[in-house]
């Protein structure tokens, strides 16, 4: 025997419904954070630009390799962050996670795809054993 809903011309489905999740979603609307090793595997391929959102003396003493400086508190921030290309991903990453949450926000607003923020920030990277590369801010 079949069993009701509440409403008498519907019937209930005997099975639920399956809902599919490939991983987790990145949407504009709301930057993902990344654990260091996520983002060290997203760093490590080489297809992401990582942007460091700290000032220009925090960036000379120690920064992710390859990372590129564009300050948060910069007039000019959003100006560097026009070079990367909006449709690819970016990897954003400051000392411990809070400018680049607020950086990953503010990219997404201007039209980002895909924003990733480095949970801890640099500080965490550090931490997890990977060596900082002190170079002057670019």
Known sequence: MAEFSRHPNRRRRSTPRKTWHRGPRRTTASPDGYNVTEFEKRRAKGKAPVLDVRSGQEFAEGHVT?????????????????????????????????????????????????????????????????????????
């Not at 954003?92 to 980002?112: K, P, Q, Y």
């Open 66 to 138: 390859g990372a590129i400086n564009a300050d948060i508190h910069s007039p000019d921030f959003a100006v560097k962050a026009a070079q990367f290309d909006k449709r690819k991903p970016i990897l954003v990453n400051c000392h411990v996670g809070s400018r680049g949450a607020i950086a990953a926000a503010e990219l997404a607003r201007i039209g980002f795809k895909s924003v990733f923020n480095l949970e801890g920030g640099v500080d965490a990277w550090e931490k997890a054993g990977n060596p900082p590369e002190k170079t002057v801010s670019r």
